[in-house]
């Protein structure tokens, strides 16, 4: 497949290899350091790092000056940008200050609802939804437009990502909203947690069955879990998440201090299995404030080294 | 119709604090559908802050008026001649009502007697939820007949989020995800396939967002 933007993350998905992607949630605070050590880390086990936009709603340092502080290293940002914070002024502002660096992939999302977070009293913006961010960003690289019209000196040239929940509620549309995604014209994915391997087997093919598998590259999403507590927080107080009781009672089995182990344990299986699922391209390991077991996963899974791109 | 709910008790009389008399307006409207600020409420109120004040020493003279609506001047007009005998006016009726009772009566202090939610209908007996924020330019056509700028918590134009759990909203799981609705009535329909299409961004310029609105009926105008 040809590649119609500079991003490292489209080269490797567009030469076929297994693309690893992961992710920094920024600090609570200015210290720029936090990120550039978790990046260090991680960095030579992953294609592209992920930067999160305020994830559950909670304020943080802002994902644009973090993917700067990755791309200042040298390293393959994916800027992550939420809805619910910023109208279609901010939205395509920051995304040409991200252009401005090079930035070269976004993640459009909706958002979590602010009443998850710290300013539960807060406005919401959600001027545009995630598709019509995706359609923008597109826009604005296709046309070089504004939305408004107007031409962009220097427009953004942006590797199109959004999540998808394989899991969520209603499962029959959850393939429907993946085709909507590529009509709007997203150009990668990346899933939700992956923990029902049998229910996103079942999504895949269903996708698969549509084409939509060789019309947008599908990366995995996993997390390893640290613990049997983990497992049932994930199960019952997270939306939208599928935990199966087999994956609960497997943590559950093993004493408290294996647990880690066991949680790594079951995220290099997934992987295994999941490296057989047509239609899946890669992989994006979200270890939430655990990203230093990133590289033995990733290494276990036999994702390493990982290909070099020019 | 506008959904109230009447403001503490306490709240209201501190607004009324200084006063020795005062007008309480109802309203005959949508405030007395959903038991906020008609006949009734104005009674119960009016008993309830003379009882008060009693109870701290002090006398208070309460006037109660009930008016067919407090959105039209010719309602408004019936209470000319008694507001000047008063020190203040609580009005019962929406945020509107208080409003134009305001902009009419220069003189006369006027309070909001209740906080008003929403435009909503009532679901069952004591229990009421809202359908429509306005945004003057429905597309309820392309959403089976569901708003999803009222009812979804992102006001997703092309949802369901990532959160939606067992048809209801991430925000509460007391509510019904604007989305699994619109998908249900979608299915009910046998259009399920109008479900792929994206609706574009919309222009909010109708919505709040364009500033004060106003609607202007030249054939009707005087
Ligand atoms: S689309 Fe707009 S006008 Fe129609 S019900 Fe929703 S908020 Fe009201
Ligand atoms: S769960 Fe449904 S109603 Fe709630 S925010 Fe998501 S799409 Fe909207």
Known sequence: MSTKTPSRLEKILASGNLAVTSECGPPRGSNGDT??????????????????????????LCSLAACIRLKLMGLEPILQMVTRDRNRIALQSDILGAASFDIFNILCLSGDHQSFGDNPQG?????????????????????GKFLGGDDIDRPPRMFVGAAVNPFADPFEIRVPRLAKKVAAGVEFIQTQCIYNLDKFELWMKQARDRGLHEKVYILAGVTPLKSAGMAKYMKNRVPGMDVPDEVVERMSGVP????????????????????????????????????EKVPEIVEQSGLFPRPKVE | MIVAERKPIEEIMGFAKNCKKILMVGCNECVTVCYAGGRKEVAILASALKMAFKKDGKGLEVTEVTLERQCDHEY???IRNIVDEHDAIVSLACGVGVQFMAEKYLTTPVFPGVNTRFMGVTEESGVWSERCQGCGECILGQTAGICPISRCAKRLLNGPCGGSTNGKCEINKDLDCAWQLI????????????????IPIKDWSTERAGGPRKVVREDLKQ
């Open chain 1, 256 to 291: 408290k201090e294996k647990q880690p182990e066991e949680g790594i344990k079951i995220c290099v299986e997934s992987i295994q299995r999941l490296k057989e699922v047509e239609g899946v391209r890669g992989f994006h390991i979200m270890a939430i404030e655990w990203e």
């Open chain 2, 183 to 198: 998908i249900d009535r979608l299915k009910a329909l046998d259009r399920l396939d109008d479900y792929e299409e994206i």
């Open chain 1, 35 to 60: 990120i550039t050590k978790k990046a260090e880390m991680i960095k030579d086990y992953v294609d592209a790092i992920n930067i999160t936009d305020n994830q559950t709603s909670v304020t943080r």
């Open chain 1, 123 to 143: 406005q919401n913006v959600f001027d545009l939804d995630s598709m019509h961010l995706i359609q923008t960003v597109r826009y604005m690289r296709e046309e």
């Open chain 2, 76 to 78: 408004l007009e019936e």
